[in-house]
């Protein structure tokens, strides 16, 4: 297959030419999960999404063109799934299963498009946000994140000529070469591509994605990215996010539905889906708490996906549970996937082969680091920490507590309220890169 010239595209593109958001697609498989149990369980449900940058040192509205932020947005509100993608979601297999969507489910699908958004500038940065049914507004969450830092890439690059341009992506193809050959040499290691929120750009990613498929073969499980899955033949990969747990605690009427908010949202998953996809992402209100309370049965699921505590720590404090409910850790699946680099990576790997089956989603550190390739100082490549979270759901406000504390999201008076009610234990502050 002939290669992309990343370098001569970029140069010569006009958004026209390449939007950014090509596809509904282009999306993480897990929010077309999600949205299969938002539309069958929860239609009347509202939720509203909003832009959150963590990285304040950034002024993204100083970066980024208001005129080419909104025409990217309502470029992404005429997409419609076409009939190619429709027969690949209803005749492909998932996790082993055949027809994991449901026909009515896939005919709703056809007419799907993103609902409204709202636009503003206040200090420097973008108030981006996305008001509306939940089972609509939750498909904005990965283009508003892929559109927010590809605009920001292209601004950086925009003074680039050719051959800096040239310079710029051999260096950043090098740099990701050298880190899968460190990952080839490493005997049965698991790696998934979960870079599609924060990367530098759809190009990229592609490429990316198919340098791993040839550089460490069957060690590259698959992306998380549904378009590049069906595009490159690879398995569509992902499960459930934070938003879950976020909405069902947000209507939560009383402390006791809130405390057994994350057990519900398990209940309601395995309801639609089994096998692999049993997978416990426990962080949203801090992974001590959901562990102390967790029913007897959640120890028969999968595994776990630890996102916000440092991965031993996170891995070791599960398996340790696992063993208290006569689980053999041999047995489950630890995922790791928050702010993964090459190093990280093998150290954690290599303290937790034999222990446990693992595997890693490698995000923003795959799709998105430049730091030090371009051909003349800059930081306005290097990557940012920037999330769309749920911040209401029917008019009542959405916490995030989260193992780290500098990644809660939320009213402080909300948040105030749900650490009362789950407790602080086990939630340490780090530095959030990406």
């Not at 309502?74 to 979601?89: N, P, Q, V, Y």
């Not at 190009?203 to 340098?211: D, G």
Request: hydrophobic share 40%; glycine share 6%.
């Amino acid at each position: 297959m002939a290669k992309t010239d990343i370098a001569r595209r970029v140069y010569n593109h006009t958004w026209k030419l390449d939007p950014i958001v090509r596809s509904l697609l282009d999306t993480d498989f897990y929010k077309l999960l999600m949205l299969q149990m938002i539309w069958g369980m929860y239609p009347k449900v509202d939720a509203t999404f909003t832009l959150i940058n963590r990285t304040t040192s950034v002024r993204l509205a100083d970066e980024i063109d208001e005129r080419e932020l909104r025409e990217q947005l309502d470029h992404a509100r005429t997409l419609r799934f076409s009939k190619k993608e429709m027969i690949w979601l209803g005749g492909n297999t998932f996790y082993g299963r055949k027809q994991i969507f449901e026909p009515e489910f896939l005919a709703w699908l056809e007419d799907f498009r993103l609902p409204d958004y709202e636009l503003s500038r206040r200090d420097g940065q973008y108030v981006l946000s996305f008001p509306g049914p939940w089972m609509y507004t939750t498909l904005w969450e990965i283009p508003a994140l892929a559109i927010i830092n590809e605009l920001r890439s292209r601004a950086a690059m925009r003074s680039f000529g050719p051959f800096a341009l040239d310079v710029l992506y051999a260096r950043a193809k090098a740099k990701m070469w050298a880190k899968t050959e460190r990952l080839k040499a490493l005997p049965g290691i698991r790696i998934s591509d979960f870079g599609t929120r924060r990367r530098h750009s759809f190009l990229w990613q592609r490429w990316c994605v198919e340098a791993l498929k040839e550089g460490i073969g069957d060690a590259f499980t698959g992306t998380s990215n549904v378009l590049l899955a069906m595009d490159n033949d690879l398995e569509a990969l992902g499960t459930n996010a934070h938003e879950l747990p976020m909405v069902f605690a947000a209507l939560a009427n009383s402390e006791e539905e809130l405390r057994q908010s994350p057990y519900k949202v398990l209940q309601d998953w395995q309801r639609y889906y089994g096998g692999n996809l049993l997978i416990v992402l426990p962080d949203a209100f801090g992974t001590d708490s959901f562990l102390r309370d967790a029913p007897d049965w959640v120890a028969d699921w999968t595994g776990f996906r630890p996102d916000s505590a440092p991965p031993i720590e996170g891995g070791e404090k599960i398996i340790d549970w696992w063993r208290k409910k006569g689980k053999d850790p041999k047995q489950k699946l630890l995922i790791f996937s928050d702010g993964l680099e090459v190093d990280t990576i093998e150290e954690t790997y290599r303290h937790f082969r034999g222990k446990v089956r693992m595997s890693f989603g490698w995000g923003t550190n795959l799709t998105n680091d430049f730091e030090g390739c371009a051909p003349t100082e800059t930081d306005s490549l290097d990557a940012i920490s920037l999330v769309c979270k749920v911040t209401e759901a029917n008019g009542r406000p959405a916490v995030k507590l989260s193992d780290n504390p500098a990644k809660a999201t939320g009213d402080e008076k909300e948040i105030k309220r749900y650490l009362r009610i789950f407790g602080e234990k086990g939630r340490v502050e780090q530095l959030v890169k990406v």
